[in-house]
């Protein structure tokens, strides 16, 4: 390659190295907490000014890696993709743990302290309240207790965590002070080593991201002021339009229950009991939206089609994952080829393997299943607070103690309460609660995933699935042997009273957990009939499932499921960029409902007959650049608020948009329909016409008279966010960009301001000798924010525009116009003999 740098690079350095200091400034005038190191970063020869300089260098290396059995060859594409070539898996994982540090060192960092309770000690008091409430649930002990038991068994993950940490540590022995990435020498410090545990605390991140729901668990009793039934009308399972995951006839229950198998041993026997099934956050206020758990708008969306519905003659994969959208991405790609494994995918920066990921003859693609993985159970304890009762004993509470160092300030010790439930909490003002998490229980999830990276066929990549515990995925399998095939996947609870929604009896052993649904018991199909599968976190399976599953009823995923079954099963055949177009689809299946409702309204002004005529004639596609999608959002809105003026809901929550449509349909009539601040009784029919006046008076007040010039990406706009969310880093984020969609539309858009939607959208082809795939997510490799390489697939995210994910055999199979750097590992024993 090249030494010499063309007068453009050069030109984009000086520039990126102007917008340094410009950055310092604008950082230095927000409040992070504690002291920073101004001096380091302004020095022209070692600060910000290396930083940019050498963020794009193409210089190639040659380093040596302790413990390696041969040399290793990473090779980083033009967009920075590594792919590593290794002599065994043992090596691969090391290097990959070498190279993810060079690129996201500081995200990996961040990781590992957010997820057990220290980033005080570097962002000072401001993150107390953070990471209070991460220790308190618990997972920092859960982590290192699974650690310890994989160790004993010798199970495959301590080997993929000890690997990979040495891989990490290895570049932080080299890393020297002036080339620490640009966040370490804001914040003035450096990275402590890696040890075994840290993989395992930043992939436990992704459980309590997708399973875990704060102590403001639901309780049903909100409910009781309504009337009789109406709980279960409002906010009752499976009330909701949607398709479900295993095809309707499909399921392996209907035909045990028709005597084509055993019983069911440990099944409830009910669907699940009324009552909104998403719980309140932990939200602590900082760093933005951390310290959440599972939320509304975290889900994702997978689709395959088989051979016989697809036009290449082989079975084609889709997935694209509903996470947070921050810079550095939550995502990172990676290719590793050894003598026993050939995998690309993406994986979180820390975890030591592909997460959705394909090889040679197989992929996967995942959507969370929601599933009710947690339990709030309500304590009694003794005065003391060291005991509390159960089917009337007194047991210990067992306390764990946690210092907590604090930047600039003195350091604050907390004391975790632990039952045989789980951790306690003593905020709740009704009394003490213990939480029961499946994220404390052992996980054998990594040895699955080292499993699927190997799988040949569908029969290797089931088995690798039964060791798959949490978080509960739907996962979507297609490969060259012919097959597509989906799962919900993990450790579904099995409660000793059957379980459902809300506070928990912690006094009595009823409230336990005594088992989990056999794998072969979870929802399933493998080859459909009908030749495609889809899941997007709708139900997996009718009330006629006998287990309780306790999906979240959140209506968008039921939305997306009808719009795709529509898509999917609209044609005979699918091509790749069918599967492709159908994740940038942005049609909302509910607008159409809303129009029919609207037919027999009579507008009672001007601007609301101007606005229901506009709707009348408009697709319901919300794309960014028409004003429609503007006014329909404005009239959802109205139409909610003025349903569900009831103080209940100031409490309980709102019904689904969806059970909201639902009922002006089919009963106009309904008590509630009836607005409290006014003396006249309302009918459904009357609060649409309301709604409809007042949306059309909010859309006049945005765009004027002249509203067919407003602009729903005007209002409806992507913001990407430093990791850190905290806008003392405000420089390094990226947006608001006008983005289409909505909350219910296969590509998502929740809320005015996104910031969860598809993290990484992926399609693979498994026709040919091996697997075509294209893929996209909003960012690049690098951490480093004066790299292009920071947010090089940013436009092309928000354009819908793929990337072609190349797999080469070799080093040498990239031509040199595709390669942007290298980097050869040597054994330290033998490096130089």
């Known amino acids: ?41 302004l020095d022209p020869a070692n600060g910000l000014w290396r930083t940019a300089r050498l963020a794009d260098a193409r210089a190639d290396e040659s380093i040596e890696l302790p413990g390696l059995s041969g040399p290793v060859r990473v090779v980083r594409d033009e967009r920075g993709v590594p792919h590593i070539f290794a002599p065994s898996d043992e090596d691969a994982v090391r290097a990959f743990g070498y190279v993810v540090a060079q690129d996201r060192l500081f995200q990996m960092d961040f990781l590992r302290r957010y997820t057990s309770g220290r980033l005080s000690e570097v962002m000072g008091a401001a993150a107390l309240p953070t990471d209070r409430a991460m220790l308190q649930t618990g ?123 055993p019983e069911i041993a440990g099944a409830s026997g009910a669907p699940d009991p009324p009552g909104p099934q998403r719980a309140g956050s932990a939200g602590t206020g900082f760093p933005g939206s951390w310290a959440r758990g599972f939320e509304e708008g975290k889900g994702s969306n997978n689709w395959a089609v088989g051979s016989s519905r697809s036009t290449t003659g082989a079975p084609i994969l889709a997935g694209d994952m509903h996470l947070s959208l921050t810079l550095p991405s939550i995502w990172y790609e990676v290719h590793l080829v050894t003598p026993d494994m050939d995998v690309y995918g993406v994986t979180v920066p820390g975890v030591p393997l592909p997460i959705e990921a394909f090889n040679r003859d197989v992929g996967w693609a995942f959507t969370n299943t929601g599933a009710d993985q947690v ?71 990594f040895d699955a995933l080292w499993e699927m990276v190997r799988a040949t066929d569908y029969a290797s990549f089931e088995r690798a699935l039964r060791s798959w515990d949490s978080p509960m995925q739907n996962i979507l399998y297609a490969g060259r042997d012919g097959r597509i095939a989906i799962r919900s996947t993990g450790y579904l609870p099995i409660r000793a009273d059957g379980g459902g929604p809300g506070m928990r009896d912690g006094t009595t052993s009823r409230s336990a957990w005594i088992g989990r649904v056999p794998f072969e018991d979870l929802p399933a199909s493998i080859d459909p009939a009908r030749g495609y599968l889809a899941s ?55 607008a159409t409902w809303l129009n029919r409702l609207l037919v027999p309204v009579e507008p009672v002004s001007e601007r609301a007959r101007r ?73 459904g029919t009357d609060l649409l016409g309301f709604a409809l006046a007042r949306a059309a008076d909010s859309l006049a007040s945005i765009g004027g008279e002249g ?91 928000n354009a819908f525009r793929y990337r072609d994910l190349r797999t080469p055999e070799s080093p040498e199979a990239l031509a040199d116009s595709l390669v942007f750097r290298t980097l050869t590992l040597t054994p330290a024993s033998t490096h130089g003999s």
């Open 1 to 41: 390659m090249a030494a010499t740098r063309p007068l453009a690079a050069r030109l984009a350095v000086f520039a990126a190295a102007s917008i340094a200091a410009w950055l310092l400034i604008v950082a230095f005038s927000y409040p992070m907490g504690g002291t920073f190191r101004a001096g380091p970063l």
């Open 139 to 261: 997972i920092e002990e859960s982590v290192g207790r699974n650690i310890a038991a994989a160790r004993k068994d010798g199970r495959r993950t301590f080997d993929l965590f000890s690997w990979f940490a040495e891989g990490v540590n290895a570049y932080l022995e080299d890393l020297e002070e002036r080339d620490l990435p640009f966040e370490f020498r804001l914040l003035g410090y450096r990275p402590a080593p890696f040890s075994v545990v840290d993989p395992g605390l930043i992939g436990w991140n992704l459980v309590y991201d997708l399973t875990y729901r704060g102590e403001t668990a639901f309780d049903p009793s909100r409910l009781a002021e309504l009337g009789p039934g109406e709980a279960d009308l409002l906010f009752g399972p499976f009330r909701d339009p949607y398709r479900p995951i295993v095809p309707a006839g499909e399921g392996w229950w209907l035909r045990r229950a028709a005597g084509a198998g």
């Open 375 to 445: 339990d709030h159970l309500r304590l009694e304890v003794d005065g003391t607070r060291t005991r509390y009762l159960v089917d009337g004993e007194w047991r210990p509470l067992r306390y764990r103690r946690h210092d907590l160092p604090v930047r600039g300030a003195p350091t604050v010790t907390d004391s975790i309460a632990w039952s045989h439930w789980g951790p306690v909490s003593f905020s709740d003002p009704d009394g003490p609660v213990a939480v029961r998490w499946v994220g404390h229980d052992t996980l054998r999830t």
């Open 536 to 590: 997007t976190n709708q139900y997996p399976a009718g009330p006629d499932y006998p287990y309780y599953v306790g999906v979240p009823t959140y209506a968008e995923a039921g939305m997306r499921s009808v719009r795709i079954d529509e898509l999917l099963g609209g044609r005979e055949r699918h091509a790749p960029d069918d599967l492709a177009r159908y994740q940038s689809d942005v049609t909302a299946v509910h």
């Open 611 to 683: 606005l229901k005529d506009g709707l009348a004639r408009w697709d319901g596609t919300m794309s960014a650049d028409r004003w429609e999608p503007l006014g329909f959002d404005l009239l959802l809105d109205a139409i909610e608020d003025a349903a569900w003026d009831e103080p209940v809901f100031a409490t309980a929550g709102e019904p689904p948009f969806t059970r909201l449509l639902a009922l002006l349909e089919e009963d106009p009539g309904f008590r509630l329909f009836d607005r409290t601040r006014t003396p006249d009784v309302e009918t």
């Open 707 to 797: 509203w067919e010039t407003a602009r729903w990406g005007d209002h409806h706009t992507l913001l990407l966010r430093h990791i850190t969310m905290t806008p003392a880093l405000q420089a390094l984020w990226r947006g608001p960009f006008p983005f289409p969609g909505t909350n219910g539309t296969l590509s998502p858009g929740r809320g005015r301001r996104v910031t969860f939607s598809a993290s990484w959208r992926v399609v693979v082809d498994f026709a040919g000798p091996k697997p075509v795939a294209r893929g996209v997510y909003a960012g690049g490799a690098s951490g480093n924010p004066f790299s292009r390489r920071y947010d090089l697939h940013v436009d092309d995210f």
